[in-house]
């Protein structure tokens, strides 16, 4: 072979992907009789659905993965010790080797993370600024009373804009929240990947000057790291001086501007649960330390088992694979451009882990309080058994005291990607379905909420569809 050929990769054009297949699961396969009889029960809640009524499940990539051999392998390695367990040392190596933080506290998952570390730091008045909050974050610093403020820049709102780093932070916004002398900010978070803003990337100019501003004004900056490997490619290939740096060294650099991290390691971890809280500071470590106990465990499990923490400590090193964050990225854009191509809205440029839909371009005759994105996921899963999920005004609007609703900046059907999952062929037959339920745009019925609860009520509210 002459050497002009021995890179395959620049050779042909196929983004395969990098490996192959070592079990199988077999996935349901439904007729839409018994697909409209599930939407009836579950009370047109897609959460309600059994994983047996579904064909390709699209709701999360959040430990939906497929975990490789040699993290099956590293699973018998497993050291169950209750106290300073051999595969904790494993896993905080780990978490120290990508972080180069020291303090690392083990959780079951990233929300854990976020509720002892917003326990330990926020009260109850205070402004906690991010990109945009995910769910959960949301939920948890309203829980301690406080306010959790989305403060992403302006083309982050905007479908449409293609802009490389949609999910940066609104810098003269988060100086103007830090200089108000009467607003008090425990700590400012930023988002990596904005996976409420359509899974958009933060650049590091963005993060360094978010680290710069913070540091100045003596408030601590975490990341909530979820998706860091993705944010690192996407470093890589969209901002100027990072194209000869492998996807680890820019992680590496993104945690060093920050004092610590919240991270869910069902995503970039690679794993099906776990997650952890890490930080610079001793101190308020040991805070947080002590109040793990009370609710995780101890402090070298943190809920998990032994060998969840081997499984966490090897995903996080194939995460940073470049063919795989190659391949990872590209099939998500995949599917964004064939449904672009037939002519159904995504935000753009699409995510990493997920292609999100503009359910309020597509539907424009429902408005927001009829719930365009819910109604929009309840066709794709009724049209062929794929469920998305939706990221709108289900998931965030608020229900004010005299029953008023206030809604979300942007209607989405988030359909996420698991990792290492699905196929070429399932992603082919995700868009044919998407392309079909959209065709029937002006006849999908817009929905109310029957049933609620106080938060997180997208998970469990029940909806009946408004009749035409
Ligand atoms: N932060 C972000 C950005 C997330 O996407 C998630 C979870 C969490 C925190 C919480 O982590 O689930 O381990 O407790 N996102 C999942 C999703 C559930 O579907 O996007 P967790």
New binding site residues.
């Given amino acids: 072979m002459s050497p002009e050929f021995t890179d395959q990769l620049s050779q042909f054009h196929t983004i395969i992907e990098p490996f192959r297949i070592h079990s199988v699961e077999e996935i349901a396969i439904t007729d839409r009789t018994q697909r409209e009889a599930a939407l009836e029960r579950v009370r047109y809640n897609l959460f309600g659905l059994h994983a047996d009524e579904v064909t390709i499940d699209l709701?999360?990539?959040?430990?939906t993965g497929a975990m490789s051999s040699k993290q099956w392998a590293g699973m018998m390695l497993g050291d169950e010790s209750y106290a300073g367990s051999r595969s904790f040392y494993k896993f905080k190596a780990a978490v120290e080797d990508l972080t180069g933080m020291s303090e690392v506290i083990p959780t079951?998952?990233?929300?854990?993370?976020?509720r002892i570390l917003f326990t330990e730091t926020v009260s109850a008045g205070d402004v906690v600024p991010n990109n945009t909050?995910?769910?959960?974050?949301r939920a948890n610093v309203e829980y301690q009373k406080a306010e959790a403020l989305d403060i992403v820049c302006e083309e982050g709102l905007d479908p449409d804009s293609t802009h490389p780093f949609k999910g940066d932070v609104d810098l003269s916004r988060l100086e103007q929240i830090l200089d108000d002398p009467d607003v008090p900010v425990p700590l400012a978070m930023v988002?990596?990947?904005?996976?409420?803003g359509g899974g958009q990337p933060v650049s590091m100019a963005n993060l360094r000057a978010v680290s710069e501003v913070c540091s100045s004004h003596g408030v601590p900056f975490f990341l909530?790291a979820?998706?860091f490997a993705e944010n690192s490619w996407f470093i890589k290939t969209r901002e100027d001086g990072y194209t000869d740096r492998t996807p680890l060294e820019i992680a590496r650099e993104m945690f060093s501007l920050a004092d610590g991290c919240?991270f869910?390691?069902?995503?970039d971890g690679l794993a099906n649960?776990?997650?952890f809280l890490a930080m610079r500071d001793p101190e308020l470590a040991e805070r947080c330390r002590n109040l793990l106990i009370l609710t995780e465990g101890f402090p070298t499990y943190g809920g998990l088992a032994g060998y969840d923490l081997e499984a966490i400590a090897q995903g996080l090193s194939e995460v940073v694979d470049e063919d795989y964050l190659r391949y990872r990225i590209r099939s998500t854009a995949y599917l964004a451009e064939k449904v672009n191509k037939a002519g159904v809205p995504t935000v753009q440029p699409p995510g990493g882990?997920?292609v999100y839909i503009d359910a309020r371009k597509l539907l424009p005759h429902i408005p927001p309080s009829q719930y365009p994105a819910q109604a929009l996921a309840v066709e794709i899963y009724r049209t062929g058994g794929v469920r998305g999920?939706e990221i709108g005004s289900v998931m965030f609007g608020k229900v004010a005291g005299d029953g008023s609703e206030s809604v979300a900046p942007m209607e989405l059907v988030?359909l996420?990607i698991p990792r290492r999952t699905y196929t070429q062929s399932h992603i082919d037959y995700v868009a044919e379905v998407v392309i079909d339920a959209a065709s029937r745009g002006p006849y999908i019925p817009g929905y109310r909420i029957v049933e609620q609860a106080p938060w997180l009520r997208h998970f469990t509210a029940a909806f009946e569809p408004i009749p035409a």
């Fill in positions: 709701l999360t990539d959040s430990g079951h998952q990233g929300r854990a993370a976020e909050h995910f769910d959960t974050t988002t990596v990947t904005n996976n409420s909530d979820c998706r919240t869910s390691a069902k995503k649960i776990g997650g882990h997920a999920v988030r996420a």
